[in-house]
Nanobody, 126 residues
């Protein structure tokens, strides 16, 4: 079992920045993939960003490329999502996900992940 705890969500003004974190604990593997997805009520869950420990490769959804950055703490199983130039359209519940090694084409697919966090809300509003 792997437990995921997200933190750092909140209210931010348009154009602002926010960093959210996800710490994994429990029986984590030596090679994992962690990702961020977001969801707005009534809409499908959307891939935001992913990172593979195997080669530290990162992946981003089209709507956040150039604005968001996923990174990891090499001492722990923790990933961060730095969100810049936030827009009202970024308002959502952000979910952290953990899974095994995934091929590149699967990093953006929610079915590749085994464990999910409870989500942290991000609201972009003036």
């Amino acid at each position: 079992q792997v437990q995921l705890v997200e933190s750092g969500g909140g209210l931010v003004q348009p154009g602002g920045s926010l960093r959210i974190s996800c710490a994994a604990s429990g029986r984590t593997a030596s090679s994992w993939t962690m990702g961020w997805f977001r969801q707005v009520p009534g809409k499908e869950r959307e891939f935001v960003a992913g990172l593979r420990r195997y080669d530290s490769s990162t992946y981003y959804g089209d709507s956040v490329k150039g604005r968001f950055t996923i990174s990891r703490d090499k001492a722990t199983v923790t990933v961060y999502l730095q969100m810049n130039s936030l827009d009202t359209s970024d308002t959502a519940i952000y979910y952290c996900a953990y899974g095994p090694y995934l091929i590149a084409s699967s990093v953006s697919q929610h079915f590749g992940y085994t464990y999910w966090g409870r989500g942290t809300p991000v609201t972009v509003s003036s």
